[in-house]
């Protein structure tokens, strides 16, 4: 992370500094005055408030600068028409000006578990930085950017979206060196309209790349392996398949341990990681890609995929109040919520799914959660479900003979009837997208146990 002057950002962005102000220095920056830190360049958005009410308090709370679309008192100020774009801009320059490499990560389902993956793996070699929590959006990344140490040799950069030419935009500004697309599954297709526009909306992380970059893609994908149309960059394809440049096989899931041997040419290496679910297998070999793109040796690989562990709220697995909690809340879809069913169904005990909602998946929601309801079937003995879908995921519930299956209307019924229906060594799955807030069920079921 570096100073940049106002004058430079400016001169960046195209947008106007008061003479007086211009060699006013910012590190970093942050659209939100709850979390900013004392130097930073505050952003000025349009959301349910307009943001410049909110400049008096971020100089208050010791923002050095702030990037808005009109004065609002005597502050040090780039004035620009839209400080969204600005900012997109202003990140990009100094992404070029660091100079450093860049790994942007995308992937319907598992981009973050996979970014940490490949962020455990290139620091063993590399002075490397990452995207922080979630942020993967066109705020978020290039803030991230912005906060790229200057010693950094190559940065890890998670890129997401959910309609058509977001990803576009986010390569434009990133410029990725080495790209990798973990999944195309069915988020957002309520949006994209199928899985083949979500592939179309993916692949628009090429627009940022050089005929040099290279690609990284998971040859277990029906829409990914083979790609449908020729591009410039060079493709690696990891996956279990034998005609995958980067293979595992001899995959074995013992309990909380994930081991496989990785293949590629002649070298061939075992993994162990400290993990439960053979989904992780497909986001470990994409680590392994990136790692051996970029040099990294077997034996640092090894050691970065031995001491990686999980994102808290990520299939996090803990002993509480005498039962076993997977809490895994962070988000889901179709595809992660079928990897978690699994993970709860290979647990010895009475198995117990808290399901929520997964949004954004318009009108294939009925379907999708009722196919849920199929799979929590299979794999649990009581099945909760809370949202407006939730009659369909106890509708696939019954279909396989489960009556032990009900619908929620609030959180607070549910973690009611969960308090009052589980047993001591009971195993209970927490699941939901992020917008359902099922953590709030977890507080409550765990407040008086």
């Known amino acids: ?67 808005c679309s009109r004065q609002v008192g005597d502050y040090p100020s780039i004035i620009v ?16 000006r660091l100079g450093c490499k860049v790994v942007g990560i995308t992937g319907s389902v598992g981009k973050s578990t996979t970014k940490e993956m490949v962020a455990a793996v290139l620091e063993t070699t590399y002075r490397i930085s990452k995207t922080p929590a979630n942020h993967n959006n066109d705020i978020g990344m290039p803030m991230a950017i912005l906060a790229i140490p ?3 040799q190559v940065a890890v950069l998670e890129m997401g979206m959910n309609h058509f030419r977001e990803m576009a935009y986010l390569s434009q500004i990133a410029l990725p060196d080495v790209a990798a697309i973990v999944n195309i599954g069915t988020m957002h297709i309520e949006f994209l309209g199928s899985r ?40 690696t394809y990891f996956g279990t398949g034998e005609n995958h440049g980067i293979r595992a096989v001899e995959v074995c899931q013992e309990p909380e341990l994930l081991r496989f041997t990785v ?39 090894q050691e970065g995929l031995s001491a990686f562990r999980n994102m808290a709220g990520r299939q996090e697995t803990f002993r509480k109040g005498g039962c076993t909690i997977i809490k895994d809340c962070y988000n889901a879809g179709p595809e992660s919520m079928a990897a978690s069913l699994a993970v709860l169904g290979s647990k010895p005990g009475r198995r117990v ?27 649990a003995d009581l099945v909760f ?4 879908n939730g009659r369909y995921v106890v509708q696939g519930a019954a279909s396989q003979g489960m009556t032990d299956a009900q619908c929620f209307e609030t959180r607070e019924e549910m973690a009611d009837a969960l308090a009052a229906a589980v047993k001591e060594n009971d195993v209970i799955l927490f699941k939901g997208s992020r917008g359902m807030r099922l953590e709030l069920v977890l507080e409550r079921f765990l407040k008086d146990r």
């Open 263 to 301: 293949q590629t040419g002649s070298t061939a290496f075992p993994v162990e990681m400290a993990l439960e679910g053979r989904h992780f297998v497909t986001d470990s070999l994409c680590a392994v890609a990136v790692g051996l793109e970029l040099g990294v040796t077997p034996e640092s690989i």
């Open 196 to 235: 083949e526009g979500i592939r179309q909306a993916k692949l628009e992380i090429l627009e940022g790349m050089t005929p040099e970059g290279k690609l990284l893609l998971n040859g277990n994908d029906d829409m990914l392996c083979p790609l449908p149309y020729e591009i410039p960059q060079a493709v």
């Open 1 to 67: 992370m570096a100073f940049i002057t106002l004058k430079q950002a400016a001169l960046w962005c195209g947008g106007y500094v008061e003479p007086k102000y211009e060699n006013v220095e910012f590190l970093g920056a942050c659209n939100d005055t709850r979390v900013l830190q004392p130097g930073q360049l505050f952003i000025v958005l349009q959301g349910a408030r307009d943001g410049h009410d909110f400049i008096p308090a971020a100089m208050e709370k010791g923002a050095a600068a702030v990037l």
């Open 81 to 96: 028409e839209d400080p969204r774009i600005a900012l997109g801009i202003i990140a990009r320059e100094e992404r070029k």
């Open 353 to 379: 799914a808290v399901l929520g909602d997964m949004l954004e998946l318009g009108d294939c929601a009925p379907a999708e959660h009722e196919k849920v309801g199929i799979l929590a079937a299979k794999n």
């Open 385 to 388: 479900a809370y949202g407006p």
């Open 150 to 152: 200057e010693d950094t």
